[in-house]
């Protein structure tokens, strides 16, 4: 049967005569079926239901997403490409998809109408992405760490978008995440505690910062290209059960041996991958205004504070990281906890008091690149 596509009353015949539908009818969305019912009465007054099932993916093939950034055909590809950017560390690829299978659902199910919409706002399409995370979520066939990376994803995935929104049935304003998102702290608390009740518990505890006045901002020239020189080598701790053999005594025969299983700690080195990197900082900053550029100078930042090491522990990397991110931008300085630090939300509310309690100094950029030609370009996407 053809999906997706509205279908013509004659593919309907009267299953008793073969006549068609005397009359048009109203289709009823019917939700376990996924599809319009008709009550039909043929020619000869014979009654007789149709069911018309709507394939999800199929049925958005031909609407347009609009977002500020332009507007282009709905993708499941791209859908799957922005989860796996966004949420990669986090849900399996077949998490990821079940995901998007379901989001694609609930758009027709909401949508409730026989034909496509032309088009949806982006806006409607995250925010649907962010229900159907924290929906499935709570499912209860689900094992824990599933359940709980879905949390994170949900949380994720919603400090991707540009504003925060609370439950319908409440009438709070969406928490906007415009500038450096340090403003919004205090909001992506009170979502946070609105979505996950249970932590609201600890939430209420002093979080005024501990120092008075406005933190220090310290200004970045930026340097020429891509000047920061970049380790050459990670190391990364690896603990691995090692069979030892013990003499416990060697004074007779050597008889008296016993093998044991210890943990062993080694240091594995391996190639630094600047794409990796890159990709695992822009994961943070996806979404952010600016993204690319913050994405840019923040790797270079981190580049440079690592200066002279051509060896570097992968924990030092990212605790660099950590710090540039939680100087630069408040947002996707959580987006990076989630993944580098495995924040569950619970965590999270602890992590959002410390930055309102201790106050790092802000990082702000200043791009010198004018000054040079060869890579003014590139520098400054968009400008
Ligand atoms: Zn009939």
């Not at 593919?11 to 006549?19: A, I, K, R, S």
């Amino acid at each position: 049967m053809a999906v997706g596509v509205p279908m013509s009353d004659s593919e309907f015949p009267c299953p008793e005569c073969g006549q068609r539908t005397a009359a048009p009818v109203r289709a009823r969305w019917v939700e376990e079926l996924q599809g319009f019912r008709r009550n039909r009465v043929c020619g000869q007054g014979h009654e007789y239901p149709s069911i018309e099932r709507i394939e999800p993916r199929a049925f958005l093939s031909k609407t347009r997403i609009v977002a500020a950034a332009g507007t282009r055909m709905y993708s499941t590809d791209q859908l799957q490409s922005d989860l796996s950017l966004k949420l990669g560390p986090v849900l399996s690829k077949q998490t990821r998809n079940a995901v998007v299978e379901r989001v694609e659902l609930r758009l027709v199910m909401e949508w409730r109408q026989r034909r496509a919409p032309k088009h949806l706002p982006g806006s409607l399409l995250s925010q649907t992405v962010v229900s159907v995370l924290r929906d499935y979520s709570d499912e209860r066939e689900l094992t824990k760490g599933v359940a709980d990376s879905l949390r994170r994803s949900h949380v994720l995935y919603a400090l991707s978008q540009e504003a925060l929104e609370f439950k319908q049935s409440t009438d709070r304003n969406p928490v906007e995440l415009s500038g450096d998102g340090f403003d919004a702290l205090p909001g992506i608390l009170e979502w946070l505690v609105e979505w996950y009740p249970r932590l609201g518990s600890g939430s209420t505890r002093h979080r005024t910062p501990h120092y008075t006045g406005e933190p220090r901002t310290d200004r970045w020239h930026t340097l020429r290209g891509d000047a920061g020189p970049m380790p050459k080598t990670l190391l990364r701790r690896v603990i691995t059960d090692h069979h030892t053999v013990l003499v416990r005594d060697d004074t007779v025969d050597g008889a008296n041996i016993e093998v044991r299983l210890e943990p062993v700690e080694r240091w594995d080195p391996i190639p630094f991958d600047n794409d990796i990197y890159v990709r695992s900082v822009s994961r943070a900053f996806a979404g952010r205004p600016n993204y690319e550029h913050l994405t840019r100078y923040s790797t270079q930042w981190v580049y440079f504070a690592l200066a002279g090491q051509d060896t570097v522990r992968v924990s030092d990397l990212v605790a660099m990281t950590t710090q540039c991110l939680r100087r630069v931008d408040a947002v996707a300085s959580l987006r990076w906890a989630i993944i580098a630090k495995n924040l569950t939300p619970a965590a999270l509310v602890a992590e959002i008091q410390g930055m309102l309690e201790w106050p790092a100094p802000r990082l702000k950029f200043e791009s010198d690149a004018a000054a040079d030609m060869r890579t003014s370009q590139q520098m400054l996407p968009g400008s």
